[in-house]
């Protein structure tokens, strides 16, 4: 095919004449650019900004980096909240004399023995651990969780951090019978570990009903875990030893447990310096001072 005869010449031959017609007399070649958007000029800005090639930016969303990264706030330091039941008042109307607590108490303590909530510790344990002591105590003594001497006499504190305590019970011119003794779990927690929160928690019942019943005016928390269950706290028996503290109206003390005594022997005097303060708050005479 000529070109005379190729269509899209002739399209090109006539669109050249209508421009011919217009007075267009030349057409300029212009080298292909890529179209940068430029932000919108002032509107005193009369002159016209040439165009240029730029680079593909850098992408808009940068790689996180860990060291920019905003760090979440630490989380205040558990606390009692303003409506926990440490702030209350025990009931009134429990009876106040001997045999109407021994009653209360033997009820709850059936219960305890019937308990599965912690089906784990139900299927080991021997015998539940309730407590031991007087039932009309200005003193009670709160521990952790009872070990195998405790699980095969259904007795807390009788193993060697018993017989540690009992020593310091006397140091104070008592004798256990003259206190109340009583730990957070009533189960042997396997291989002695620590109580776990969920088994706290499903013991607190338990544990808060006695404190109901007895209404002690002292207590002592020996060892981390009594006093974080009771107080509602995640600070350590360093930071809570040497002052009292409130529970339900009650002065709560708190010292190391005797375990932990057995580890580390040192820490007797401490020990005996909450004691001596316990002693002196009661108003009683501190044994070998005159």
């Not at 779990?185 to 109901?212: G, H, I, S, V, W």
């Not at 005594?261 to 002196?280: C, E, H, T």
Request: hydrophobic share 40%.
């Amino acid at each position: 095919m000529s070109d005379e005869h190729n269509p899209l010449h002739q399209a090109l031959a006539q669109k050249l004449a209508s421009l011919q017609a217009a007075g267009v007399q030349t057409l300029a070649r212009r080298k292909a650019v890529e179209i940068v958007v430029e932000p919108a000029a002032s509107p005193t800005a009369t002159a016209t900004r040439p165009q240029r090639e730029v680079a593909f930016p850098a992408p808009l969303v940068a790689p996180l980096r860990e060291d920019l990264m905003p760090r979440p706030k630490a989380a205040p330091p558990a606390g009692p909240a303003a409506d926990s039941l440490i702030h209350r008042p025990f009931p009134t109307g429990l009876p106040t004399d001997a045999a109407g607590r021994s009653e209360l108490l033997t009820q709850l303590n059936d219960q305890v023995k019937s308990c599965r909530r912690c089906e784990h510790l139900a299927c080991m344990r021997t015998q539940t651990v309730f407590g031991v002591g007087s039932i009309l105590p200005r003193v009670l003594f709160f521990g952790e969780a009872p070990g195998a001497d405790e699980d095969r006499q259904g007795e807390p504190f009788v193993g060697r951090a018993g017989q540690l305590l009992t020593k310091i019970i006397e140091a104070c011119g008592w004798k256990r019978s003259d206190v109340y003794i009583m730990n957070v779990l009533k189960c042997r927690p396997p291989d002695n570990r620590n109580p776990e929160p969920a088994e706290t928690a499903n013991c607190r019942e338990y544990f808060e009903r006695q404190f109901e019943i007895l209404q002690p005016e002292f207590i002592v928390c020996v060892g981390t875990i009594p006093a974080q269950a009771l107080l509602e706290t995640t600070e350590a028996v360093g930071k809570l030893r040497g002052r009292f503290h409130q529970y339900r109206g009650r002065k709560v003390l708190v010292t190391y447990h005797p375990s932990y005594l057995l580890r580390n022997p040192s820490a007797k005097k401490y020990v005996w310096d909450d004691m001596q303060m316990l002693l002196a708050e009661m108003g009683l005479p501190i044994p070998g001072k005159g």
